[in-house]
């Protein structure tokens, strides 16, 4: 699972509905089709995947603390002393050019999320996506991370970009060697 299909549904959507406050009509509620809901659901575990990698990555972890906006000791006693995290997704979604990141033969997308700890701003994001195919089901197509704190600011920000990525090479075992294995 990875996050293009996520944005292909955010971009079907973000336009008005016929029935929306913005024409007059009322609000009707948004059915998804099942293909839409394992999307949108499939985007948790590939985010969170995509994120524990550059956690565990030296030095990236400690960039990505360093630019984030970490909230005041007030809110974390308020919440007796528990951090909570908070996502959301889906802002400034739109497709890219292939060419814009060099990766032919694939549809991109761009799409923004914002992270918040207790309901403080912290992080605001802009991830380039393309489906997960080989080689890059590790990264859940997420080729490209722009961050950077929530007020802006040029001196911190984080760019990262894949800019290479291949299948593994499968060696094959004989198979005298796998009918002597126990």
Excluded at 23 to 51: C, H, I, N, Q, Y
Excluded at 106 to 115: E, K, T
Excluded at 154 to 164: G, M, S, T, V, Y
Aim: proline fraction near 12%.
């Amino acid at each position: 699972m990875g996050l293009d299909q996520t944005a292909v549904v955010f971009l079907k959507y973000q336009t008005p509905r016929p029935g929306s406050p913005g024409d007059g009509g009322t609000t009707k509620p948004l059915v998804l089709s099942e293909r839409e809901e394992r999307a949108m659901l499939g985007m948790v575990p590939a985010f969170v995947t995509f994120f524990q990698a550059v956690q565990s990555t030296p030095g990236l972890s400690e960039i990505l603390w360093d630019i984030s906006e970490m909230p005041s000791v007030w809110p974390i006693v308020k919440h007796g002393g528990k951090i909570s995290p908070g996502f959301n997704f889906g802002e400034d979604v739109g497709e890219l050019p292939p060419t814009s990141w060099t990766v032919p033969g694939r549809q991109l997308y761009h799409m923004g999320l914002a992270v918040s700890l207790n309901d403080q701003p912290t992080l605001r994001a802009t991830l380039v996506v393309t489906s997960p195919r080989p080689p890059l089901l590790n990264t859940a197509g997420i080729i490209g991370i722009l961050a950077r704190p929530p007020a802006g600011g040029p001196d911190k920000r984080l760019d990262i970009q894949i800019l290479a990525a291949h299948r593994a090479r499968v060696t094959a075992l004989p198979v005298a060697a796998i009918l002597a294995s126990p």
